[in-house]
């Protein structure tokens, strides 16, 4: 078994006994490149053009119809609890497999390991980095790890993968990946100050070309917040939206957004702006997002009232 749990609720307090990069291991020898930053010893960049027309490939018929060609896809759907369709497993599975020598796939919001499952499906080789809190949707901490945990050991036993536990904008700092970044899909807190951090913040951990994908994109929010995020940062570009027609819609959910990041200069450090940014998210909005969630499982007669007070007209296939 090559995966590991890294539980951490702060990058700090990572075990790092090799170098500042370095992780603890739970497994076997490193399988996807030498391990280290090394942009200069890549034998080829990942091609986002040559992805970008592989896409409809995936697909029997129209994409919009959302029918895999791999029948495996429906059999993760079938077995693992979660929201990702088949359709989304399919696309996810493409980017991994485009990955080269020395990148890695990062995703947010791993749930109870779907999307996780369906991306490392023969895909043997790569590092995976996973970043999960167990808190949203009525999980319970060490109850929702272990249900994660086991639909790994059953889908992704053999491949290179490290969970991280704790906020996905905390966990986002160079100390926690060592390797770029070629795949990022994002599928955390969905706000308009969540959705820029999250591109804000992987930005500098992205490979020099790299697949960002953005789930539920057909929500009017996160549409509007990607969007104004592109129109401001020159070196991301939108390759596809995969649509959804309704709420859940059995071949897209709420929709899949393919965007393309390609650095046209050196590696950045974060704005000043989005460290404020940063901070207020971690310091405020997390611990009261925990907050609600926490209550709404001790308490989940509230939950009917939460949906009433919470705005729900962004988070609506339109």
């Given at each position: 078994m090559l995966w590991r749990l890294i539980r951490s609720w702060s990058p700090r307090k990572l075990n790092q006994p090799q170098s500042k990069h370095a992780h603890e291991r739970l497994g076997a020898s490193d399988t996807c490149g030498l391990g280290l930053f090394v942009d200069h010893l890549r034998s080829r960049i990942l091609d986002t053009t040559a992805f970008t027309a592989s896409?409809?490939?995936?697909?029997?018929?129209?994409?919009a119809d959302g029918r895999p060609r791999d029948p495996r896809f429906d059999e993760i759907v079938n077995g693992v609890d979660g929201f990702s369709t088949a359709a989304q497993l399919a696309?996810?599975?493409?980017?991994?497999?485009?990955?080269?020598?020395?990148?890695?796939?990062?995703?947010?919001?791993?749930?109870?390991?779907?999307?996780l499952c369906g991306a490392t499906l023969d895909v043997p080789g790569c590092r995976f980095f996973a970043v999960e809190n167990f808190m949203e949707f009525g999980m319970a901490g060490a109850d929702a790890r272990n249900v994660l945990l086991t639909n790994l050991e059953l889908h992704a036993r053999d491949v290179d993968l490290h969970l991280l536990?704790?906020?996905?904008?905390?966990?986002?700092?160079?100390?926690n990946f060592d390797q770029p970044v070629g795949v990022y899909f994002y599928d955390g807190v969905h706000t308009g100050a969540a959705h820029h951090l999250a591109l804000a913040l992987v930005e500098p951990l992205l490979a020099d070309e790299a697949i960002v994908l953005v789930d539920d994109a057909s929500w009017p929010m996160v549409e509007r917040a990607t969007e104004r995020y592109?129109?401001?940062?020159?070196?991301?570009?939108?390759?596809?939206?995969?649509?959804?027609?309704?709420?859940?819609?059995p071949a897209w959910a709420n929709g899949l957004m393919v965007l393309a990041y390609r650095r046209s200069g050196a590696v950045a450090?974060?704005?000043?702006?989005?460290?404020?940014?940063?901070?207020?998210?971690?310091?405020?909005?997390?611990?009261?997002?925990?907050?609600?969630?926490?209550?709404?499982?001790?308490?989940?007669?509230?939950?009917?009232?939460?949906?009433?007070?919470?705005?729900?007209?962004?988070?609506?296939?339109?």
């Open positions: 896409l409809d490939e995936l697909f029997i018929g129209d994409w696309v996810l599975n493409l980017a991994a497999r485009s990955l080269p020598l020395g990148e890695a796939y990062l995703e947010i919001g791993t749930f109870k390991g779907r999307s536990e704790g906020d996905a904008f905390t966990m986002l700092a160079p100390d592109l129109v401001n940062h020159r070196d991301w570009s939108m390759l596809r939206t995969f649509s959804a027609s309704a709420n859940d819609d450090a974060v704005p000043p702006a989005d460290r404020l940014r940063q901070k207020f998210q971690v310091s405020v909005r997390g611990p009261a997002n925990a907050l609600t969630w926490r209550t709404l499982h001790r308490f989940p007669q509230l939950v009917p009232i939460a949906k009433r007070v919470l705005p729900t007209r962004s988070r609506t296939v339109r």
